[in-house]
């Protein structure tokens, strides 16, 4: 059954220092996954997908099918960044998306 | 820009009663869903629609349905509304193209007293 897996409910870091939230997925096909946002009193909106290898606000994330892992970084935190981050698996073909239970960053000033 | 509207952002209710919210989008989106978002517990994806008059269950679909009679308009019905439905409800729209995310509206809390 597919599954995604963020093992941190809260990640805390000092502004300026590097971030990595944790993504893990279960799926045997080749998976679209995703990273999405919710700033405070906001919508939750795309931040970025695997299939566009881009950087958006400084964050990349690289999927790593060895590692069933799909991992979210930036290599210098700012206070905006934190917001509630969730990672989502949709299977091929499928309408259905699989979000993992969020990990809220926090960035201290 | 894709427009997901959800009736409410606030809503309070009493236990027993039938409660409808409503989602509407603009873009001609095959799919929509709603979810309820819960501290700790994520996203749970309580029912989505992959047409008109189409529905599917999700993870938690007791105590829920669902009405979809027009492509761009998902309702969510709680039929007799019970306290532990207090949460933040999110509506959300997406095609069936492979790699295209799904768009959220703002969310209706709702209150069950």
């Known amino acids: 059954a597919q599954r995604v ?3 941190e409910k809260l990640l805390s870091v000092f502004k300026g220092a590097p971030v990595e939230l944790k993504c893990n997925y279960s799926y045997s096909g080749s998976p679209e996954l995703f990273w999405y946002v919710q700033y405070s009193r906001q919508r939750l ?16 994330a690289d ?6 892992s799909f991992h979210l970084k930036k290599p210098f935190a700012q206070e905006e960044d934190s917001a509630m ?4 698996l949709r299977p091929l073909n499928f309408n259905k998306f699989y979000f993992g239970s969020g990990t809220k960053l926090n960035v201290k000033p | 820009d894709v427009k997901v509207t959800q009736s409410s952002r606030y809503l309070v209710k009493r236990t027993g009663e039938k409660v409808f919210l409503e989602c509407v989008q603009d873009m ?3 799919n929509m869903f709603w979810y309820r978002q819960d501290p700790g517990l994520g996203l749970r994806l309580i029912y989505f629609s992959y047409d008109v008059k189409m529905k599917e269950k999700g993870d938690i679909p007791e105590g829920y349905s669902v009405s979809r009679e027009k492509k761009e308009r998902f309702s969510l019905i709680l039929e007799s509304a019970s306290t532990n439905q207090t949460s933040m409800y999110l509506c959300a729209s ?3 193209t492979s790699n295209q995310p799904q768009h959220f509206g ?3 809390r709702l209150s069950i007293l």
């Open chain 1, 63 to 68: 999927l790593n099918k060895g590692e069933t």
């Open chain 1, 85 to 88: 981050y969730y990672c989502a």
């Open chain 2, 28 to 30: 001609d989106h095959e």
């Open chain 1, 45 to 60: 909106q795309l931040l970025l997908r695997h299939i566009s290898r881009e950087s958006i606000k400084g964050f990349t």
């Open chain 2, 94 to 96: 997406g095609t069936g």
């Open chain 1, 5 to 7: 897996t963020q093992p």
């Open chain 2, 106 to 108: 703002d969310g209706t």
